[in-house]
């Protein structure tokens, strides 16, 4: 993996990670952690947690697994995106479910991705997702 130096003024991409895997939130952890410009905030494995976190570590990006248990992921999505406007979504999902991406898409996910994709194009994908939002803030 590349260890790429972020052209966003020198601060740090702040990713959270909502997932009810343990297992994915620690591929994650570890994947974002082999990059420089990437920084772990948090993690958490339901949906109010990971609102928290949102409001208390102000995150650049949230990955947010689109099969969440007990919660409706577009509404969660629009929630992030309306309560924290400077925060981007990434939905991710373990099976191709248009239904789920579409849903997310609309309720203004940034991408949706494959968990696969998003462990082996992470960086890649974060960057893609913050440069869609106006400027970074420490």
Known sequence: MDAHISDHSGV???VLVIDDLESVRVSLHQCVDAFTDLEWVGEASEALEGLELCERLRPHVVLLDASLPHVDIARLTSLIRRCFPETQVIGTTGFEEPAYRDRMLNAGAALFI???????????IVRRAVSRSASISQ
């Open 12 to 14: 740090a991409i702040r």
């Open 114 to 124: 494959s968990k696969q994709g998003a462990i082996l194009h992470l960086a890649e």
